[in-house]
């Protein structure tokens, strides 16, 4: 959501986060009205946040970094139409798909992701069968090893 917050405002993309933005905050702040299910103190908390930052800044309307819609965006993909279909992800899915340059950096965003994602947890190969430049040492004083290839 924040690659298509970067984009110029009168953009299809950010008229498309406008859109989703604007649905979620609505569905939520039902939700605090009726006390539904989705209600939390931090959800209360985090809309109280949002209000006051547009109060001070108006240009923070509808920002792809408000906390609640950080926490709750996904709600949008499956938010149901009356005929059952998921007019916002089908919407997001057709932008993507068909503006090449954004699903370029759509791409190289989502593997630079993951890739941080699997070094974060830990879950790529050890330090140990990490590739180097040719006979360096590991901290542990052991030789570097090839890879060993994955079995997935």
């Known amino acids: 959501m924040d690659m298509l917050g970067a ?4 953009s299809e993309g950010r008229r498309l986060l406008n859109g989703i933005f604007d649905a979620v905050e609505k569905l939520l702040r039902d939700e605090v009205a ?24 108006p240009k923070k309307k509808r920002s792809s970094r408000a906390e609640f819609f950080r926490f709750n965006q996904f709600l949008a ?12 992800r089908e919407a997001l899915v057709a932008f993507v798909a068909g503006d090449d340059d954004f699903r370029a950096e759509f791409d190289r965003e989502a593997k630079e992701l993951m890739l941080r994602l699997i070094d974060g947890m830990e879950l790529g190969p050890s330090p140990r069968l990490r590739p180097t430049s040719g006979g360096e040492r590991l901290r542990d004083g052991g030789a570097a090893s090839p890879p060993t290839p994955s079995p997935c």
């Open 34 to 57: 009726s006390d539904g299910q989705l209600v939390t103190p931090l959800l209360k908390k985090q809309l109280a946040q949002y209000d006051r930052a547009v109060k001070r800044d």
């Open 7 to 10: 984009l110029p405002a009168r």
């Open 77 to 88: 993909l499956n938010m149901r139409d009356q005929s059952g279909g998921r007019p916002w």
